[in-house]
């Protein structure tokens, strides 16, 4: 699945949200995902928050067969800047 597939994957979701926040997913080469609020781009920007990840593991976060608990635990995800933006996720993941 590329980074396009995974945004209009869960682009309902982050347009219903009512997230209030900014955050990226940068999934090294494979590309970023930049949430502003309700809308969701693949066009890098800075943001409140930033979680580092494989495409990997952000698809199977999305499908629900990783936990983001477990990804931060064992080290799959990294999260920079305010984490409790990461927290809030939560409503959209």
Known sequence: ????AVVE???DRVESSGFGRSVKFDTGADGVIVIEGSTI???D????C????????????ISGDLSPTTAFMTGKLS???D??????LSQII
């Open 1 to 4: 699945m590329s980074v396009q």
């Open 9 to 11: 994957k869960i682009r």
């Open 41 to 43: 781009s693949t066009t």
């Open 45 to 48: 920007a800075p943001t409140d």
């Open 50 to 61: 930033t979680i580092k990840l494989s495409l990997d593991d952000l698809e199977s976060m």
């Open 79 to 81: 999260v920079e800047g």
């Open 83 to 88: 984490m409790s933006v990461a927290m809030a």
